[in-house]
């Protein structure tokens, strides 16, 4: 059953959320004092995430790869808006739209026989 490309870019969302939150999980834990229990939800997280990238509809792995970072690299700096409070600025912004835009050319470009 073929995805449409949103429901592709729903799957990236859903693995960045969880690459995110587990990395940061290690982070919390490693950086900021917090307690080693931090790693557990972290490698479950790391795990959904992994799972979820095989759930993207691509031919080849190393596309479906190539074409997530775009949307990591918008989710990581949501996540730091959200969650770590420090707002992107406009450079931040136009370097997540360029992310964006080379993702689309790899999921969406056509491809030559």
Known sequence: MERTLWATLAVYAAAAVAEIAGCF???????????AWWALPGVACLCLFA????????????????????????AALLWLWLVEGARPD?????????CLAGAALILAGPRGG
Do not use: H, K, M, P
């Not at 406009?90 to 360029?98: E, T």
């Open 51 to 74: 799972w979820a990238l095989t759930r993207a509809d691509a031919e080849l792995a190393g596309r479906a790869y190539a074409a997530y970072g775009g949307v990591y690299i918008v």
């Open 90 to 98: 406009r450079w931040d912004a136009a370097g997540a739209l360029v």
């Open 25 to 35: 999980a290690f982070w919390a834990w490693i950086r900021l004092g917090r307690s």
